[in-house]
């Protein structure tokens, strides 16, 4: 599910506008404000995208740290849960080591 930061309304994974307000959910989802967020600080110096518990095998394959210029979209296309993707963007750091870590 993709949440709008407008509205708050949920909307499947593969919708590209926000089904309450028409919102861009490839500008206004949460996940995608979060990434702005983080690539427009100039601190974070790249991103890793972090799994929830029971992702899919899909999910768990794209489970990485990114240059921030390459960070794929959220939520996974190819997402095969039945929930949808939940994966989401968390900063990496100057100070913390760039190492791919599993979320409990
Ligand atoms: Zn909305
Ligand atoms: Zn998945
Ligand atoms: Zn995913």
């Not at 990485?64 to 210029?69: E, F, G, H, S």
Request: proline share 6%; glycine share 4%.
């Amino acid at each position: 599910m993709q949440t709008c930061s407008r509205c708050n309304a949920a909307s499947p994974d593969n919708s590209l506008t926000c089904v309450n307000c028409q919102a861009d959910l490839g500008l206004f989802s949460t996940t995608a404000m979060a990434l702005k967020r983080f690539q427009e600080n100039p601190r974070v110096r790249a991103i890793r995208i972090s799994v929830a518990n029971n992702a899919c095998s899909h999910c768990y394959e794209l489970m990485n740290t990114y240059p921030k210029d390459e960070v794929p979209r959220l939520p996974h296309q190819g997402c095969s849960h039945e929930n949808g993707c939940r994966c989401f963007y968390e900063p990496v750091l100057e100070e913390a080591a760039i190492v791919g870590k599993v979320v409990e």
